[in-house]
């Protein structure tokens, strides 16, 4: 099955840009998101890509996607306080549609 | 993009009794599912919700301890049953709205049992 992976921490400075990364195994993931999560509350959809999609760029966030790899990454312009979170890389594909979720990144943003 | 309610929002159980999560989609979806995350882990997928049939259930899950129910296209329920300590966890629902083909999540059950 679906293996996501994903570095656990990113401490960036306000006002740096972010970067978090993810890693997958099943180059039959059609579907890849990032999915925001704050203390205490649920899972909000951040944006997503497919695979046939190299790049997407949403406001302050791009999201790279390297097939040949299977690498994904997040990145987040201007990082402010308020994106402290914790951030889920997750993967489906087009038959099975429900997700594989990386374990997580904590993002800490310093003032 | 699809709204999703779950009820109730927070519960805390007793040892050995039953709850039952429900989750209502305000739009047409196509697919819905259970999750579930256990206090600082990732999430896990319990079952895909199937309209008007059973369950399908992942690995390590099983109907009798979860059972689901989706009467209809935009209504699901599951039940943690015979709660243990062990089921503490938030369990949410999520579901692939139709228009856009994206998966969305409600805002999660939190379940403690003492």
């Known amino acids: 099955g679906e293996d996501v992976e994903q570095s656990l921490f990113l401490s960036v400075r306000e006002g740096d840009s972010s970067v978090i990364n993810c890693t997958y195994t099943?180059?039959?993931?059609?579907?890849l998101y990032w999915y925001k999560q704050e203390p205490g509350a649920g899972l909000q959809l951040l944006t997503y890509?497919?695979?046939?999609?190299d790049m997407k760029q949403d406001q302050r966030l791009t999201v790279l996607l390297n097939k040949k790899d299977k690498h994904l990454s997040l990145r987040i312009a201007d990082t402010q306080t308020g994106d402290s979170a914790i951030y889920f890389c997750?993967?489906?594909?087009?038959?099975?549609?429900?997700?594989?979720f990386g374990s997580g990144t904590r993002l800490q943003v310093q003032p | 993009s699809a709204v999703i309610s779950q009820k109730p929002s927070r519960d805390i159980c007793q040892r050995g009794t039953s709850l039952t999560i429900q989750c209502q989609v305000d739009?047409?979806?196509?697919?819905m599912f259970w999750y579930r995350q256990q206090p600082g882990q990732s999430l896990t997928l319990i079952a895909t919700?199937?309209?008007?049939?059973?369950?399908?259930?992942e690995s390590g899950f099983v109907i009798d301890k979860f059972p689901i129910s989706r009467p209809n296209l935009t209504f699901s329920t599951l039940t943690v049953s015979n709660m243990s300590p062990e089921d503490s966890s938030i369990y949410l629902c999520?579901?692939?709205?139709?228009?856009?083909?994206?998966?969305?999540f409600g805002p999660g059950t939190r379940l403690l049992v003492l």
């Open positions: 739009s047409q979806v196509t697919m």
């Open positions: 997750a993967g489906g594909d087009t038959g099975r549609r429900a997700l594989t």
């Open positions: 919700a199937n309209q008007g049939s059973e369950a399908t259930y």
């Open positions: 999520s579901a692939i709205d139709r228009a856009r083909e994206t998966q969305y």
């Open positions: 890509i497919f695979s046939n999609m």
């Open positions: 099943d180059s039959s993931s059609t579907y």
